[in-house]
């Protein structure tokens, strides 16, 4: 449903107010969210009862982070058309003073709210009329008054909103998506549409329900995007090449520009994948169900034919949108153990009809891709395995297997064919980007490098190879894991956007999210914009889907940035609720953050971070000498440099803000006589309590 665009108001949740005239750049408070998932903000020193304003996607977005109720922003107020006015944000400064999400604590004489936000100290009382139906751990959001508050003493505030419990083995991921404000469920109407939608038939499609697409994927997924084919190419004019099938589920024939489930798919602009459950882009009817590409059903498909060379390069591909049937569901695994030699009921029969014909491809496709030389950054992901009581049972290390560099090679080749065609056919699309690092980070990385006595020409170009063989170079030696963590935080973030720069991680001129189009809103736009594009229907890009692609894309990156922070915090705290009986033992660990405040150890076993404060390190002023990311004793000289192994003991494990304090038992590196002495920028006294801990750098995604 087209959104309506209000005449000379600012669009307010409740009722249009008269606009009368923000500043151009104000700092504002987020206040509100309405229905349709809009957030709204407030001036902060502006009247407690006056206009609000809908914050818009902006450039700034995709560093600032996520906005969530609570948060306080700095924001541009731009107006548009029609006399409406938008606040674009420009940077995140944080949370607001007025609400918090918080664990009510009951005392005989008083109710306190205590914030999950490890950054805030301060706990809010809440007053006893307010208080009847509160209960001991319940999880609440809490407005803090503001009228009459005194400059000194405890806060005051009213709840708002009861989350969930304590106590609740999810309330990990329910404490994640309220503080980060992901959209959950969907409208009536957005489940009515799901529910209507009918089987596929081959009328206009293509019948490949005789090619033998399988799907691998890791074994408790319940949406099946994409399946996988390859055969040798009988054309004699392509000796030992090879054609290669990617089908991807369309998702385009059920999910209708301007209808319920598009605006609610746009909004919440991916899925969100948590240890306990997942927050899905699309109802369950259609994302496990009707566009899920399920065993031995017949589903509609867009899918690309892609013929390489024995070299691996491409020699021509091709889209059709069709009609298939999955031979098999595999799971990573089980694929992986098949071609290792062990194949069971389901892998056995087809071992040579399908298997050893996808990893033979592969071989030729992996050829072309070391040639291409994308960054190849090391990098362990934890599983979170829950038990039957919904508590964590074990945190295990995600097994690399050849199996996902198959799957992952494919989709990353059809996601090229998708964004070649799009712009052959001159046809608008959302592009994924990566920039190539920028010149301060380059010369943070050489700085860095110098440290350890490794050369890096500073006015050479940053070219993929050059990182790669500088991994290459320290692999397996004793500098590896710190140069790896550094190159990895030398790269940009990828983002999406109508205007191509290419994909510098990968390598490639022209990239687009192609082939994940039940948990990617991007996926769908470039999916409409093929079968507009090549005339395979009349369900492809609309004019409103035009004329906001950037909005679009400014959106979903945000949307991807919000979803990202949401899952790591819940991790931080299923974590920390695991380790919560472990307190006093001791484990081994990497020093993979260093700051002005204390040092961040990644636990070898589980990978969980922690901090070190440097209140706990010793007697002594501690450097933060940002050059070689270590902290330096001003007065002995001692050294705690990031990457190396350490051994801690865990003091403090927090379930419910995911904090983890840690007590150093290794002892420093010996100062180097030869070596300079730091510049004194931040300083941190041993033995003395340091402040909080901010924000850790995120993961990133290609």
């Given at each position: 449903?087209?959104?309506?665009?209000?005449?000379?108001?600012?669009?307010?949740?409740?009722?249009?107010?008269?606009?009368?005239?923000?500043?151009?750049?104000?700092?504002?408070?987020?206040?509100?969210?309405?229905?349709?998932?809009?957030?709204?903000?407030?001036?902060?020193?502006?009247?407690?009862?006056?206009?609000?304003?809908?914050?818009?996607?902006?450039?700034?977005?995709?560093?600032?982070?996520?906005?969530?109720?609570?948060?306080?922003?700095?924001?541009?107020?731009?107006?548009?058309?029609?006399?409406?006015?938008?606040?674009?944000?420009?940077?995140?400064?944080?949370?607001?003073?007025?609400?918090?999400?918080?664990?009510?604590?009951?005392?005989?004489?008083?109710?306190?709210?205590?914030?999950?936000?490890?950054?805030?100290?301060?706990?809010?009382?809440?007053?006893?009329?307010?208080?009847?139906?509160?209960?001991?751990?319940?999880?609440?959001?809490?407005?803090?008054?503001?009228?009459?508050?005194?400059?000194?003493?405890?806060?005051?505030?009213?709840?708002?909103?009861?989350?969930g419990r304590e106590d609740d083995p999810r309330?990990?991921?329910?404490?994640?998506?309220?503080?980060?404000?992901?959209?959950?469920?969907?409208?009536?109407?957005?489940?009515?549409?799901?529910?209507?939608?009918?089987?596929?038939?081959?009328?206009?499609?293509?019948?490949?329900?005789?090619?033998?697409?399988?799907?691998?994927?890791?074994?408790?997924?319940?949406?099946?995007?994409?399946?996988?084919?390859?055969?040798?190419?009988?054309?004699?004019?392509?000796?030992?090449?090879?054609?290669?099938?990617?089908?991807?589920?369309?998702?385009?024939?059920?999910?209708?520009?301007?209808?319920?489930?598009?605006?609610?798919?746009?909004?919440?602009?991916?899925?969100?994948?948590?240890?306990?459950?997942?927050?899905?882009?699309?109802?369950?009817?259609?994302?496990?169900?009707?566009?899920?590409?399920?065993?031995?059903?017949?589903?509609?498909?867009?899918?690309?034919?892609?013929?390489?060379?024995?070299?691996?390069?491409?020699?021509?591909?091709?889209?059709?949108?069709?009609?298939?049937?999955?031979?098999?569901?595999?799971?990573?695994?089980?694929?992986?153990?098949?071609?290792?030699?062990?194949?069971?009921?389901?892998?056995?029969?087809?071992?040579?009809?399908?298997?050893?014909?996808?990893?033979?491809?592969?071989?030729?496709?992996?050829?072309?891709?070391?040639?291409?030389?994308?960054?190849?950054?090391?990098?362990?992901?934890?599983?979170?395995?829950?038990?039957?009581?919904?508590?964590?049972?074990?945190?295990?290390?995600?097994?690399?297997?050849?199996?996902?560099?198959?799957?992952?090679?494919?989709?990353?080749?059809?996601?090229?064919?998708?964004?070649?065609?799009?712009?052959?056919?001159?046809?608008?699309?959302?592009?994924?980007?990566?920039?190539?690092?920028?010149?301060?980070?380059?010369?943070?990385?050489?700085?860095?490098?110098?440290?350890?006595?490794?050369?890096?020409?500073?006015?050479?170009?940053?070219?993929?190879?050059?990182?790669?063989?500088?991994?290459?170079?320290?692999?397996?030696?004793?500098?590896?894991?710190?140069?790896?963590?550094?190159?990895?935080?030398?790269?940009?973030?990828?983002?999406?956007?109508?205007?191509?720069?290419?994909?510098?991680?990968?390598?490639?001129?022209?990239?687009?999210?192609?082939?994940?189009?039940?948990?990617?809103?991007?996926?769908?736009?470039?999916?409409?914009?093929?079968?507009?594009?090549?005339?395979?229907?009349?369900?492809?890009?609309?004019?409103?889907?035009?004329?906001?692609?950037?909005?679009?894309?400014?959106?979903?990156?945000?949307?991807?940035?919000?979803?990202?922070?949401?899952?790591?915090?819940?991790?931080?705290?299923?974590?920390?609720?695991?380790?919560?009986?472990?307190?006093?033992?001791?484990?081994?660990?990497?020093?993979?953050?260093?700051?002005?405040?204390g040092l961040f150890v990644r636990l070898s076993?589980?990978?969980?971070?922690?901090?070190?404060?440097?209140?706990?390190?010793?007697?002594?002023?501690?450097?933060?000498?940002?050059?070689?990311?270590?902290?330096?004793?001003?007065?002995?000289?001692?050294?705690?440099?990031?990457?190396?192994?350490?051994?801690?003991?865990?003091?403090?494990?927090t379930p419910i803000t995911g904090g983890l304090?840690?007590?150093?038992?290794?002892?420093?590196?010996?100062?180097?006589?030869?070596?300079?002495?730091?510049?004194?920028?931040?300083?941190?006294?041993?033995?003395?309590?340091?402040?909080?801990?901010?924000?850790?750098?995120?993961?990133?995604?290609?």
């Open positions: 449903m087209a959104r309506k665009t209000a005449q000379r108001f600012s669009r307010t949740p409740r009722k249009a107010r008269r606009d009368d005239g923000p500043p151009p750049v104000g700092v504002a408070d987020v206040v509100e969210r309405d229905a349709d998932g809009d957030l709204f903000v407030r001036l902060t020193k502006g009247d407690p009862d006056g206009p609000m304003w809908r914050l818009a996607p902006g450039a700034g977005e995709a560093s600032a982070g996520a906005p969530g109720l609570g948060d306080r922003l700095l924001v541009r107020f731009e107006r548009l058309e029609g006399g409406e006015t938008e606040a674009r944000l420009i940077k995140h400064l944080g949370q607001s003073v007025h609400r918090i999400l918080g664990v009510v604590r009951k005392a005989r004489r008083e109710i306190r709210v205590e914030p999950v936000d490890r950054k805030s100290r301060d706990s809010v009382l809440i007053p006893p009329s307010e208080s009847a139906d509160l209960r001991d751990g319940d999880l609440v959001l809490v407005q803090i008054n503001t009228e009459g508050r005194r400059p000194h003493g405890p806060k005051s505030g009213r709840v708002l909103e009861t989350v309330a990990a991921s329910l404490l994640a998506i309220h503080a980060h404000g992901v959209p959950t469920g969907f409208s009536a109407a957005a489940e009515a549409e799901a529910e209507a939608a009918k089987p596929p038939t081959l009328a206009g499609r293509t019948d490949l329900r005789q090619l033998p697409l399988v799907t691998i994927d890791p074994p408790d997924a319940r949406d099946h995007d994409d399946a996988v084919y390859a055969e040798p190419d009988e054309d004699p004019k392509n000796p030992g090449g090879w054609i290669v099938w990617v089908a991807i589920a369309d998702v385009a024939a059920y999910v209708r520009p301007g209808s319920a489930l598009d605006h609610e798919a746009r909004e919440k602009g991916n899925s969100v994948y948590f240890p306990d459950r997942v927050e899905p882009m699309l109802p369950e009817t259609l994302s496990a169900g009707l566009c899920s590409l399920i065993e031995r059903q017949a589903r509609a498909c867009l899918a690309v034919r892609m013929v390489f060379d024995a070299q691996g390069a491409k020699r021509s591909h091709r889209f059709s949108r069709g009609l298939m049937r999955s031979a098999a569901k595999l799971s990573y695994e089980q694929a992986q153990t098949a071609i290792d030699g062990r194949p069971d009921d389901a892998t056995g029969p087809l071992m040579e009809a399908v298997l050893r014909p996808l990893w033979t491809a592969y071989g030729v496709l992996k050829a072309a891709r070391d040639r291409r030389s994308p960054v190849e950054i090391d990098s362990v992901e934890r599983r979170i395995v829950l038990g039957a009581d919904g508590k964590v049972a074990s945190i295990r290390p995600r097994e690399s297997l050849e199996a996902h560099k198959l799957i992952e090679e494919c989709m990353i080749q059809a996601n090229v064919c998708a964004a070649e065609t799009l712009e052959q056919r001159r046809s608008p699309l959302i592009y994924r980007v990566h920039d190539a690092p920028s010149e301060a980070k380059l010369q943070a990385l050489a700085d860095f490098l110098a440290t350890l006595a490794i050369p890096w020409n500073k006015g050479e170009a940053a070219r993929t190879e050059r990182f790669n063989r500088l991994l290459a170079q320290v692999r397996g030696g004793p500098h590896f894991e710190i140069v790896n963590e550094v190159v990895l935080r030398t790269q940009m973030q990828a983002i999406y956007s109508p205007e191509n720069i290419g994909h510098f991680g990968l390598n490639l001129d022209r990239y687009a999210h192609f082939t994940s189009p039940i948990r990617r809103y991007a996926d769908l736009i470039v999916h409409r914009a093929l079968i507009t594009a090549l005339g395979l229907g009349d369900d492809g890009l609309s004019g409103e889907d035009v004329a906001r692609l950037k909005e679009t894309a400014e959106h979903i990156t945000l949307a991807e940035r919000r979803a990202m922070a949401a899952e790591r915090d819940a991790t931080d705290r299923y974590v920390a609720a695991f380790l919560e009986d472990k307190t006093g033992a001791d484990f081994t660990g990497r020093i993979t953050g260093v700051t002005r405040f076993e589980t990978g969980a971070d922690g901090l070190v404060p440097v209140s706990s390190l010793g007697d002594d002023y501690f450097v933060h000498d940002e050059a070689s990311h270590a902290l330096v004793g001003e007065r002995t000289g001692v050294r705690w440099r990031l990457g190396r192994v350490v051994e801690v003991r865990l003091k403090e494990a304090i840690l007590e150093m038992l290794s002892e420093p590196e010996v100062r180097d006589p030869k070596a300079r002495p730091p510049r004194p920028a931040f300083r941190g006294r041993g033995n003395r309590a340091g402040p909080s801990p901010g924000p850790r750098g995120g993961r990133r995604s290609s």
